[in-house]
């Protein structure tokens, strides 16, 4: 079956170290989104993908970068991370720009 | 671990019962609205969706509601289980597959009574 995956499931990481996470869909959607989900606050767009070597920033973009090289990844990388940036975060992707989004199982995300 | 529902509106209801969970959404040009439920631990999960041109849509034990008038959207559960206990929230599109794509609510906490 097609799916969303989502790795680490868990990460420690200390201030300032350089942290990757990965999502990895087998749907051949073309977009992808990173988000992250704070208590106090709904799902916040990081940054999303319409296709190959497409990106683009979301609403909570700075501190992060992504690539997208192929249509099944979307690698969300923190360049520094910093204890603001410990959160749940969620990798989704969609056939349709707007339309219904199916999400990963989420990463948890701790900066120490 | 801390759960996504701390610090949400709650829904109490018996098991067996309806429920009925409310979203009232911002933009008058949202076209399109997605349900999600999240359950403790794990990514949101597509229920149902509607468009603007529909008023009502059913599912399986699931019906979302639609009015534009006082852009109100609603998620009617029957015979609620104990497996519906999770987050649920509404989505929304702008329309225009807009960069931003679809904005997301808060979410409402569903507890489940025996």
């Known amino acids: 079956d097609a799916e969303i995956t989502q790795s680490p499931r868990h990460k420690i990481t200390e201030t300032g170290r350089q942290v990757t996470l990965a999502c990895h869909q087998t749907?051949?959607?073309?977009?992808m989104f990173w988000y992250r989900q704070d208590l106090g606050h709904g799902l916040r767009l990081i940054h999303y993908?319409?296709?190959?070597?497409?990106?683009n920033k979301g609403e909570v973009s700075d501190g992060y970068s992504v690539s997208r090289s192929n249509t099944e990844d979307l690698p969300l990388t923190l360049e520094s991370a910093a204890s603001s940036q410990t959160s749940v975060y969620f990798c989704?992707?969609?056939?349709?720009?707007?339309?219904?989004?199916?999400f990963g199982p989420g990463t948890r995300l701790t900066v120490l | 671990g801390e759960s996504v529902g701390l610090h949400l509106p709650t829904l109490s209801v018996q098991e067996g019962d309806n429920s009925i969970i409310n979203c009232a959404y911002s933009?008058?040009?949202?076209?399109?609205f997605i349900w999600y439920k999240q359950e403790s631990g794990k990514g949101p999960q597509f229920i149902i969706d509607?468009?603007?041109?529909?008023d009502k849509r059913q599912g399986q034990r699931v019906t979302v509601l639609l009015n534009k008038t006082v852009k109100h959207l609603s998620l009617q559960i029957a015979a609620t289980q104990p497996g519906d206990s999770a987050v649920y929230f509404c989505?929304?599109?702008?329309?225009?597959?807009?960069?931003?794509?679809?904005?997301f609510g808060k979410g409402t906490h569903l507890i489940i009574q025996p």
């Open positions: 989704a992707s969609s056939w349709d720009r707007g339309r219904a989004q199916y």
């Open positions: 749907w051949n959607h073309n977009n």
């Open positions: 993908s319409y296709g190959v070597q497409d990106t």
């Open positions: 933009n008058s040009a949202s076209d399109y």
């Open positions: 509607i468009r603007s041109n529909m």
């Open positions: 989505a929304e599109n702008i329309g225009g597959g807009g960069a931003d794509g679809l904005t």
